[in-house]
């Protein structure tokens, strides 16, 4: 197994996205800690997971993300994939100020404090992984709010991290992924855009599948399949990245 007596700390475990990602850590044999806002979620992805530990940890809480670090002790991987407030389907001529932000100024801090709290105990061992997801739209997509910007934060994050600790034996990677079929459900797209509908979102789906290189829209799986080798011994030479799971939409 890739993880074999890793430890894993995965930031909004209870969304789809980081529940399989939790699941997959898991499976590959690490020791995982799931930690979000609602131990309800948490609790339903640790009923797969044998020994996996629990905490409700706020992401934009340093001294809660510093408290349960402290508490983990050792961490190998650190993945961060909690939800940023993102508001999309305005131009953003018409979008008021604060939706505009939220996923910078939330992205931006969940990222810097979850990935700084690791990065210290990982330097100090010579070893360890920050990884982190965005969908890519740094690069342009329209009708996107704040997603854009936050990820542009987020990637240049990833670099400058990735230069600060390469020579401490951490590497710092993330994923461009966007439109992953599984997730993109009418309930979870309502909280980001309220106008969408089922057949808007499959609409969504056959756009994004028709710019993609490969013509069709990455899986979940895919998706976890890549963080897995990402946090293994198999990525040692990689960092200061992204790795495009997008299918093709966007230069890597």
């Known amino acids: 197994m890739l993880l074999t007596d890793r430890i894993a700390v995965v930031y909004g475990a209870g969304g789809s996205i980081g529940g399989a990602v939790a699941r997959a850590f898991a499976a ?109 739209s740094a690069h342009g997509s329209p009708m996107m709010g704040g997603t854009g910007p936050a990820d542009a934060a987020t990637d240049s994050l990833v670099r400058n991290l990735a230069m600060e600790l390469g020579p401490r034996g951490v590497r710092a990677v993330g994923i461009w992924a966007a439109g992953i079929p599984e997730t993109l459900t009418v309930e979870k797209l309502g909280k980001v855009n309220p106008d969408l509908n089922e057949a808007a979102i499959q609409g969504i789906l056959g756009h994004l599948s028709s710019l993609r290189m490969t013509r069709r829209n990455p899986t979940l799986a895919e998706i976890t399949a890549t963080a897995v080798f990402l946090a293994s011994d198999h990525a040692a030479s990689i960092t200061g990245t992204f790795v495009n799971v997008t299918g093709g939409m966007f230069p890597g």
């Open 28 to 136: 590959e044999g690490a020791r995982v800690h799931l930690a979000g806002r609602t131990r309800e979620t948490l609790e339903a992805v640790a009923a797969d997971i044998k020994d996996a530990e629990v905490a409700v940890v706020d992401a934009l809480d340093e001294t809660a993300v510093e408290e349960h670090l402290a508490r983990v002790g050792d961490v190998d991987v650190s993945f961060n994939l909690v939800s940023r407030g993102d508001v999309q389907g305005l131009p953003i001529t018409d979008m008021p100020v604060d939706d505009f932000l939220a996923p910078v100024i939330n992205g931006t801090r969940a990222n810097f404090i979850t990935a700084r709290a690791a990065a210290r105990r990982m330097a100090e061992r010579g070893s360890g992984v920050v990884l982190t997801l965005n969908s890519g």
